[in-house]
Every structure is written in structure tokens, then in C-alpha cells.
């Protein structure tokens, strides 16, 4: 109870502490959000050099010392650091998947159509004037939720009455009085569905389509525009961290009076940060429009075939069977509805990209720097895509160079080799644990480590062969780099693990293995010697009351037995049963028939006579039958 306490507690004063915050930068002209405040405060815990201990409650003094910390990193206009967290905060707070996207708009738009169909649904029209009222809010309803025109403008209003009526006219408003709330409901948008369908198909036909946008145009010209867009914002990203790559890598022979106090070595990690989250952050938006990009194909296709299918279907005639041309409009609803969501899913993604631009000032204001502007001048600028083709001859960490707790895999022997995934965004983790960091992207070719089930990538074989020799030491210094540049614990993905690695306490105290701690317990018996225990013992004082009363009611109980007169002659029951009978089968008899064996003989086969000149005589053969009759 009391470790659930202290932590209530503490909620209490991490909130009292963000309010404080929050209103000391509004005085200064400052408008934060509160969980940008939230961030900064874990990230002025986390920073070695302010000595917070969270392992103890904080003095009225330390509360004051971080609120003024945490203002004061708020109140920095010039830190790149600062714009990371604010850029990864508004990304958090507003991007999200495209399913979720959708989902979120499809139910914004029920509920602001919840009022009018509520007067609808809940309308019980009597009179002509009533029926007239509810018909009109039928299509007013129709046109909100296709989203096809303005309920404002006639003749959006007068087209969209005629397709109406077509299919439901206002004779039909009794039956649809009659049917109950969820009824109403699913007939409501089925109408919209079926109207949709039929304005649609005016509009190819020539015949209608007031209100309706080209929306398969005007996708196909800002598609591409939006891919050319973030494609060169992710350019410009790429081509500033590789700037302030290169600056970092000259910068130890360099002398401190060759830069300007805003171009030092920290400012210049800041900004390269703030690069490589931007580029990041852009990744995700172009995949989405890409993505986008098939979808509108996909249901180009789709809208073009079912169209020649109704054209087929109708044919000019004068009448089709609703059971065949109904599901036709709705499907080709269905479609339209999917180009307004690519729609809605494009203006969300592309106001998330103009509003990333302001956290990127600072950078470039860097890069425009004098002092910057001369070192690139006199180096050489090593890019992404050049340490990929440095390494096209196809080398790796060989066998011989690996680490033995290491499980290295490559990419033609290990399947769904690119589904991996990787520790620190794909970022080189042996450049991650310098103390002169660089965030330069991993080459999977050289092959993927496996560490306590975490896949790490590196930009060199070297890289890779360095650090397995000692990870534990290259993992904890991640970690460190981090408690300084707070940003990256977003970048780098290191919330699961990052408490893990170190305590929040002075890094020259650390061990580089985690304390452990558990809770135990001992228990001992009852009562150590048998014959204490008592048999009758109750602790529970309403059970003893219970069991008084109970005693108490019984003294004034008496125990009586009556017998009536009748109760000797009590009847015996019977079961009467019947017998079973005995019962005779009969069957056919058996029989059988003797037959007489057939017996023939035939005489006069031999002793053949001659004539009187000698020949022979033809035999006289007669057959006798000598077979016993039958019945004899």
C-alpha cells in the first residue's frame, strides 16, 4: 500500500512540475504543450552533469533547480536539439498508420452527421408538409455523407432530388416511418450508396454531375508533385548530415579559433541529429504516398471498369432490373468513397510535411554559417550512397574475424534477410558509441550480428569486427551518448532498453552491469506445539455473536411430536403391470422334390447285316427312353 502511495505521490509532483513549467514559459512568451514539458523533464533527469537522483524524493531545491533547467532548455531558440524533440513530439502527437488515418475520419464524419440523421431517424412526419420537411433532410443527409456537392447550392440539391426519387420516392416515406432506428440507419446508407452511384454515372454520361470533383485528376497531378516534394526534402536532409558528417571528422585537427561559438562541436551534432530524424520522418511520408500512390491506381482500374460494365448493363434502355443495376451504383460508390479517403490521407500527409519545416531552422542556419561554410570548403564530403559503393565488391566479415557469442547472417544465405530487425534504426552502432558520434547508415551486405537477440549493422567490416570484440562496453556507451543528446532515445528507438543499461547517476559510478533486486519472504507456522491449537477457536467476533444467539433462542425452544389419527393408515401404492403374452411365429415349411435321373438307350448300333452281295445294311438305331416317370 504504501509503494502504490509514493508512486501517486510522485505522479502528483511530476504534474505539479509540468504545470509549473508550462506557465513560467507563457509568461515569457512561450507556448508549450505538456508533453513536450514532459520530455524535457525526463531528458534533465537523464543528463548526468544535473545530478538528479531518482532514487530518492526530491527537495524543494531540486524541484526549483529542474523547473528553471527545464525552462531554460525550452526558452533556447538556437538549439537544434531542442527542434529534434519538438519535431519527434508533433510527429508523435499526429502521424499515424493510414488504417488508422481513415478510421479516425470515417468517425469524425458520423458524428457530425449523427444530428441530422437523429431528425431523421427520430422524425415521426404525419402531415404532407412534415413528409416534404423529412424528405428534403433525406437529401441533405445524402449529399453530407457523399460528400458530392454543397446542400447548399440548388443545383447540387435539384440533382441530387431527381436521383433520389428514382430509386426512393416520397410515396415510400410511410414504410420507412415504420421500420425501426437500425433499419433506417442501414437503408440510409444504402440510398447514399445507390444515389452516389447514379450522379457518378450521369457525370460520365454527360448528363449530370454538378458539384462532383475530378478527383482521379486532380490525384494523378498531386501524387507525383507531393513524391517530387518530399523526395527533395529528403535530398536536402541527406545532403546537410553528410555535411556535418564531414565537418565532425575534420573537427579534431581543426583549431577552436577556425569556428564560431555557434558552430561548436556540440551544435554541430544537434543539427545532424535534427538531419537524420527529418530524413526519417520524411522516409515514412514518402513510403505512405507511394503506398497511396498504388491504391489510386488500383482503383482507377477498378472505376473504369465498372463503368463500361453499367454502360454495358443499361444500354439507353428505358428500364433495368434494380436486382442488377443497384449493386453496380453501390460498388462504384464504393470506389468514389476510396478516392476521397486517398484524398483526405494525401492532405493529412502533405500538411505533416510543411509543418516539419519549421523544426529544420536552426540546421540550416548552421550550415549557412561562416565559419561552417568555409571547413566544407577545404574538405572532401563523403556521401551515404559513396560508402555503399565503396563496399559493391561484395566484402564482408569473414569467418575467421567474427565474435564467437556473435550469430552473424547475410543476405544470400539467410531468408527474409531484409525483414530484420535492425537496432538503432539501421544506423552504424560502432560510430553510435563514440564519444564524437556520427550517425551514419549501416551496410547489411558486410553482414548482420545477432546479440542477445538484438540484429546490429555496421558501415565497415572493421567497424563490425571492433565491435563485437567488447558489445556489452560499445552498448553502455550508446546509452551515454544518449543521456546527452536525449533526442536520440526517440531517434534510435532505445525506450525499451535504455533504463536498463546504466543508472541515472554519475556515469564514472556506474557499473557496467545492472543492479538486480527481489523481493523475499520467510514463513513460519501457525503454532509451533500441536497441543495449543484449539479446535473451537473463532476470531471472527460476529460469528461468536451469531453462535450466542443461537443459544440463547434455544433455551426458549420446546421440542414436540404430534400424531393424528390418520397417520397409521398411511396408503400403499401399486404398480400394475402387464404380462407379456406368449406369442407364436410360423413360417413356410421346407420341402424338397426328388426327379427322376434321365436314362436313354439306344439298339441297333451293332451287328450290321449284309445283303446277298455283300454290302452292309444301314444300321436300324432306335433310342428307347427308359427314365421312370414322375409320379410312379
Known amino acids: ?58 527537495a524543494s531545491d531540486d524541484v526549483q533547480r529542474l523547473i528553471d533547467l527545464c525552462v531554460k532548455r525550452l526558452l533556447d531558440g538556437k538549439s537544434s536539439s531542442l527542434d529534434t524533440i519538438k519535431m519527434q513530439v508533433y510527429f508523435d502527437m499526429n502521424y499515424t498508420t493510414r488504417e488508422e488515418f481513415l478510421t479516425e475520419h470515417r468517425r469524425v464524419l458520423e458524428t457530425r452527421l449523427q444530428p ?43 440533382e441530387a432530388t431527381a436521383a433520389l426519387q428514382s430509386v426512393f420516392p416520397q410515396t415510400e416515406l410511410g414504410n420507412f416511418l415504420s421500420l425501426s432506428k437500425r433499419d433506417k440507419d442501414r437503408q440510409l446508407v444504402e440510398l447514399t450508396q445507390i444515389v452516389t452511384g447514379i450522379r457518378l454515372f450521369n457525370k460520365e454520361c454527360g448528363k449530370g454531375g454538378e458539384g462532383i470533383d475530378n478527383l482521379p485528376a ?71 504516398v507511394r503506398q497511396s500512390a498504388h ?21 439507353n434502355k428505358t428500364a433495368v432490373p434494380t436486382a442488377q443495376v443497384y449493386p453496380q451504383f453501390m460498388h462504384l460508390a464504393t470506389i468514389w468513397f476510396g478516392f476521397q479517403d486517398e484524398m483526405v490521407l494525401l492532405s493529412v500527409l502533405s500538411n505533416i510535411l510543411y509543418s516539419l519545416e519549421p523544426y529544420t531552422l536552426n540546421a540550416k542556419e548552421l550550415l549557412a554559417d561562416e565559419a561552417v561554410r568555409k571547413c566544407l570548403m577545404k574538405i572532401s ?61 549501416g551496410d547489411p551486405r558486410i553482414g548482420i550480428v545477432q546479440i542477445n537477440d538484438r540484429y546490429y549493422t555496421f558501415s565497415e567490416p572493421r567497424d563490425a569486427v571492433l565491435f ?45 552491469k545492472p543492479q538486480m533486486k527481489a523481493d523475499f519472504g520467510t514463513q513460519t507456522e501457525t503454532h509451533f506445539y500441536e497441543k495449543n491449537i484449539v479446535k473451537n477457536y473463532e476470531w471472527n467476533e460476529w460469528e461468536l455473536r451469531r453462535k450466542a444467539l443461537k443459544l440463547a433462542n434455544l433455551r426458549r425452544r420446546l421440542t414436540k411430536s404430534v400424531q393424528t389419527n390418520t397417520s397409521n393408515f398411511r396408503r400403499e401404492n401399486f404398480t400394475q403391470v402387464y404380462l407379456p403374452k406368449d406369442q407364436h411365429i410360423q413360417t413356410k415349411r421346407d420341402n424338397y422334390s426328388n426327379v427322376p435321373q434321365p436314362k436313354i438307350y439306344l439298339t441297333g448300333i451293332r451287328g450290321h447285316q449284309r445283303s446277298g452281295d455283300g454290302q ?11 427314365t421312370v416317370d414322375i409320379d410312379e
Not at 24 to 38: F, H, I, K, P, Q
Not at 123 to 139: C, G, H, P, Q, W
Not at 496 to 506: I, P, R
Open 218 to 288: 486532380i490525384l494523378n497531378e498531386a501524387i507525383p508533385a507531393t513524391l517530387k516534394e518530399i523526395q527533395q526534402q529528403i535530398d536536402d536532409a541527406v545532403d546537410s548530415s553528410e555535411k556535418f558528417i564531414a565537418v565532425l571528422d575534420t573537427m579534431a585537427t581543426l583549431s577552436q579559433k577556425q569556428l564560431s561559438k555557434d558552430s561548436s562541436k556540440q551544435r554541430i551534432q544537434e543539427s545532424m541529429i535534427n538531419s537524420r530524424q527529418l530524413e526519417l520522418y520524411l522516409t515514412i511520408l514518402l513510403t505512405d
Open 116 to 158: 441530422i440523421l437523429r431528425e431523421i431517424t427520430d422524425n415521426r412526419a404525419s402531415s404532407k408538409d412534415e413528409l416534404e420537411s423529412l424528405y428534403r433532410k433525406i437529401v441533405s443527409s445524402v449529399l453530407l455523407r457523399s460528400g458530392l456537392g454543397s446542400p447548399t447550392d440548388i443545383s447540387v440539391v435539384r
Open 295 to 315: 491504391e489510386v491506381e488500383d482503383l482507377l482500374t477498378q472505376f473504369k471498369t465498372r463503368l463500361d460494365l453499367l454502360k454495358t448493363t443499361i444500354q
Open 468 to 512: 563485437c570484440r567488447k558489445p556489452s562496453a560499445f552498448i553502455e556507451s550508446i546509452a551515454n551518448n544518449a543521456k546527452l543528446n536525449p533526442e536520440l532515445i526517440q531517434l534510435l528507438d532505445l525506450h525499451t532498453q535504455f533504463t536498463n543499461v546504466a543508472s541515472y547517476g554519475d556515469l564514472a559510478q556506474v557499473s557496467s
Open 381 to 441: 564530403i563523403v556521401s551515404d550512397k559513396q560508402r555503399l559503393q565503396a563496399n559493391n565488391g561484395g566484402v564482408v566479415v569473414q569467418a575467421e574475424e567474427r565474435n564467437a557469442e556473435g550469430v552473424w547472417y547475410y543476405q544470400d544465405t539467410t531468408k527474409n534477410f531484409d525483414k530484420l530487425p535492425l537496432m538503432y534504426k539501421g544506423f552504424c552502432a560502432y560510430n553510435l558509441a563514440l564519444n564524437d558520434f556520427k550517425l551514419i547508415h
Open 616 to 626: 452292309f445294311l444301314p444300321a436300324n438305331v432306335r433310342k428307347v427312353d427308359l
Open 1 to 58: 500500500m504504501s509503494g502504490t502511495a509514493n508512486r501517486i505521490q510522485a505522479e502528483g509532483v511530476i504534474k505539479n512540475i509540468i504545470r509549473e513549467i508550462v506557465q513560467e514559459c507563457a509568461s515569457r512568451g512561450e507556448g508549450v504543450s505538456e508533453t513536450l514539458v514532459a520530455f524535457i523533464v525526463k531528458a534533465v533527469v537523464l543528463e548526468p552533469e544535473n545530478d538528479f537522483q531518482v532514487d530518492r524524493v526530491l
